[in-house]
């Protein structure tokens, strides 16, 4: 059985811009001084609160279609 290893892939390449622009829109409502390209100045919490919130705000998107709203 194999894995990929790279879980920083887009599974739909086509959307791979936008998310980069709503990480980049997250980070700024977080305050997380997020910048393209090499973040390792961020400490691991400011960018696990950037993907959480992502996901957050992915969810209720979701939810919101699913419930015709």
């Known amino acids: 059985m194999s894995t990929n290893t790279n879980s920083n892939k887009t599974n739909v390449p086509e959307a791979k811009e936008a998310m980069n622009k709503f990480k980049m829109e997250v980070a700024s409502e977080l305050g997380v001084p997020?910048?393209?390209?090499?973040?390792?100045?961020?400490?691991?919490?400011?960018?696990?609160?950037?993907?959480?919130?992502?996901?957050?705000?992915?969810?209720?998107?979701?939810?919101?279609?699913m419930a015709g709203k």
Not at 40 to 62: C, D, H, P, R
């Open 34 to 65: 997020l910048s393209n390209g090499y973040n390792g100045n961020l400490t691991s919490a400011q960018n696990g609160s950037v993907g959480g919130y992502m996901v957050k705000k992915m969810i209720e998107a979701q939810e919101r279609q």
